[in-house]
């Protein structure tokens, strides 16, 4: 008999999964605090996203530089 306890998905509770970003060349995963120390090569502002989406959205994107070199992109905002 197994004594190992059952939770719910997150999505039956309503919760969110931590915020993480990975690499699709070397597989690194960084959350929140580890993309922030990641160098920032490039910030789109609002104005430059927008025309690529179909909704109305104030994201800025911002790109940094994985620790393989490799470029990564997460919206923020």
């Known amino acids: 008999m197994s004594s190992a306890t059952h939770t719910s998905p997150l999505w039956e509770l309503g919760g969110r999964l931590p915020w993480s970003k990975r690499c699709g060349v070397c597989r690194r995963t960084y959350d929140a605090d580890g993309w922030g120390t990641l160098p920032a090569v490039l910030t789109l502002p ?5 025309p690529h989406l179909t909704v109305p959205a104030g994201w800025t994107v911002v790109i940094r530089r994985c620790m393989c070199g490799t470029v990564l992109a997460a919206r923020s905002g």
Request: hydrophobic share 20%; glycine share 0%.
């Open 46 to 50: 609002p104005s430059s996203v927008q």
